[in-house]
């Protein structure tokens, strides 16, 4: 069976895979992650995905590496992290009130035959029309400061979003079925295979 390895520092996404009991090791790739934002926002996060698989893949035998990028875009420019709280400000002054995009790529490969598979999750978020008063406090809080688009789903930006069109995990950072998905193509098993079995 081979090992997972999650090439990433992100306790988002380590805390949303030990949800499907999938034993995993982390390992982040600290790669580059400057890309021209003139791609578009599919490609841009595909691209960074596999560069982080690519940096990790060669450290590890008989292994699956997993990388994963996730962005936050509206009308297409892409909201990545923000540098500083008044830049953190200033995009969610952008996002108040509005329907934006949020992608995840999705790259993994097989350290043993070299193949590599990627996917590009889509999730539409609505968040309500934001004052000034939601947009400080929640800054103030530094909640938002190492989160594409200067949010968090999964924390007390909850109370922000109005609806959510696709994967919630996704918006969170893993989409957990694209990801299922993948493993089952690359790997030629479910995962299941790789999960201990529990008895009533």
């Known amino acids: 069976?081979?090992?997972?390895?999650?090439?990433?520092?992100?306790?988002?996404?380590a805390s949303l895979l030990r949800l499907l009991d999938i034993p995993f090791e982390i390992?982040?790739?600290?790669?580059d992650e400057t890309l021209d934002t003139r791609l578009p926002p599919p490609e841009h996060v595909r691209e960074i995905a596999?560069?982080?698989?690519?940096?990790?893949?060669?450290?590890?035998d008989h292994a699956l590496v997993l990388g994963a990028d996730t962005?936050?875009?509206l009308e297409n420019t892409i909201l990545g992290k923000p540098c500083d709280a008044d830049?953190?400000?200033a995009m969610l002054a952008q996002l108040s009130g509005k329907t934006h995009r949020v992608y995840t790529g999705l790259a993994l490969a097989d350290t043993e035959t070299g193949q590599i598979l990627t996917e590009v999750a889509t999730t539409s978020v609505t968040l309500r029309t934001l004052s000034q008063q939601d947009i400080s406090r929640y800054v103030a809080t530094g909640e938002s400061l190492d989160k594409a688009g200067a949010y968090g789903a999964q924390g007390r930006a909850s109370a922000f979003i109005q609806s959510v069109s696709g994967c919630f995990y996704n918006?969170?950072?893993?989409?957990?079925?694209?990801?299922?998905?993948?493993?089952h193509r690359l790997a030629g098993q479910s995962p299941w295979a790789t999960i201990p079995e529990t008895r009533c």
Request: proline residues 8%; without cysteine.
């Open 71 to 73: 962005v936050v875009a």
């Open 87 to 89: 830049h953190a400000r």
């Open 1 to 13: 069976m081979k090992k997972l390895i999650l090439a990433s520092a992100s306790p988002r996404r």
């Open 27 to 31: 390992a982040p790739s600290n790669v």
């Open 171 to 183: 918006v969170v950072g893993l989409p957990l079925a694209r990801f299922w998905t993948l493993y």
């Open 50 to 60: 596999q560069r982080k698989t690519r940096a990790i893949a060669p450290h590890f």
